[in-house]
């Protein structure tokens, strides 16, 4: 039983079949891996505090369905706790990416109070309305970046449907308190409505801070509010938070926060800099993505760009786009002009 000393709090996590309990004094958090496609998976938190509390609840589906029943039987039969779906209160959503909360459309969940950042609400309140605009974007993008894409379908994500009206939803602003005191703090760049939340000695962080990659950048001229320089900024105002036990919404725990806020913003600034090095002469979005992952192979799996799904190729021309207007913005890149409909970028 591995304990954690935060401050003049003891943290003590514990293990059983794949549920993991953080105590301290008398409150309880559960992890509960929900698995997706491809086993992807989100962590989604059970607040058991007086009340009883959820952290984001995953994709929906049979899979993700049968491993979040699974682990809520877990809390009961390995940890003796005597929770059901029924008894959940409220359901905090760290941003509005939909493995976050496509789970709410299971029938057990309506009627429930939702919490989530107003510059997010928007996800849950209008989806179909929001990927539409999210597929017509993406499909610009792709051609300005010069990349020969089927653009139809983009992340297969058109099934996702949830009646915001059957729920409560409760919009969130940075500063808010809310439940039992628990404290958010608006972090925008992965999405514009992101949001940490500090329970006791916990940070929820969502995908604000992982514990092994770096949370995807999507450029912010596509969706303002993201971009690689608010993200930046909203790590130094998550690490100014203070001491905290960090539990994210995918990989493992995060202690010290600070420290592992080193190593993103390090990693990223390596970035900026091979990207600019790439730029000495003018080049298309496609040509510095390519070049920069044949620069860079690890970061890929010894990969190149053109064998990575549709989808990954799409992600990851956003995030070297998001290096890009950062390097605009300092100065370090121009738009050196138009070719065919391809944008290219210069080094000054």
């Known amino acids: 039983m591995p304990e954690i000393q935060i401050g003049k709090t003891t943290v003590r996590e514990t293990e059983q079949e794949g549920v993991i309990e953080y105590a301290w004094d008398g409150?309880?958090?559960?992890?509960?891996?929900i698995q997706g496609a491809g086993g992807y998976a989100t962590n989604s938190y059970l607040i058991l505090d007086g009340q009883v509390t959820m952290i984001d609840v995953g994709l929906d589906g049979k899979k993700p369905r049968a491993t979040f029943d699974r682990g809520l039987e877990v809390v009961n039969s390995r940890f003796g706790q005597k929770v059901a779906i029924e008894d959940v209160?409220?359901?905090i959503i760290t941003h509005g990416h939909t493995d976050h909360w496509a789970m709410l459309a299971d029938p057990r969940f309506k009627g429930k109070r939702i919490y989530a950042h107003t510059l997010d609400a928007r996800m849950l309140r209008n989806y179909?309305?929001?990927?539409?605009e999210a597929q017509e974007l993406i499909k610009r993008f792709v051609r300005e970046a010069g990349w020969d894409l089927d653009v139809r379908n983009i992340f297969n994500l058109e099934h996702v449907r949830l009646q915001v009206q059957e729920y409560e939803l409760v919009?969130?602003?940075?500063?808010?308190?809310?439940?039992?005191g628990y404290e958010v703090t608006h972090v925008p760049g992965h999405s514009p409505g992101h949001i940490v939340m500090k329970v006791g000695p916990v940070l929820f962080l969502g995908d604000h801070i992982l514990s092994e990659t770096?949370?995807?950048?999507i450029p912010g001229h596509m969706i303002p509010g993201c971009g690689l320089r608010p993200y930046l900024d909203s790590l130094h105002k998550a690490a100014a938070l203070g001491d905290f036990f960090g539990l994210p919404a995918h990989e493992d725990s995060v202690?010290?926060?600070k420290r592992r806020v080193d190593e993103i913003e390090a990693f990223h600034h390596r970035r900026l800099a091979d990207v600019a090095a790439l730029c000495r002469r003018p080049k298309g979005l496609f040509q510095i993505t390519d070049e920069y992952y044949r620069l860079r192979p690890e970061t890929l799996n010894g990969r190149t760009v053109s064998e990575l799904s549709r989808d990954d190729q799409i992600l990851a021309l956003e995030e070297i786009r998001s290096h890009v207007d950062?390097?605009?913005?300092?100065?370090?890149l121009i738009v050196s002009g138009e070719d065919?409909?391809?944008?290219?970028y210069r080094a000054v």
């Open 27 to 33: 409150v309880r958090i559960y992890r509960i891996s």
């Open 89 to 91: 209160s409220g359901v």
């Open 128 to 132: 179909p309305k929001v990927y539409t």
């Open 171 to 180: 919009e969130l602003a940075d500063g808010d308190t809310i439940v039992n």
């Open 214 to 217: 770096t949370p995807h950048q």
């Open 255 to 257: 202690y010290p926060i």
């Open 326 to 332: 950062y390097l605009i913005e300092a100065g370090l």
């Open 340 to 344: 065919n409909g391809i944008i290219n």
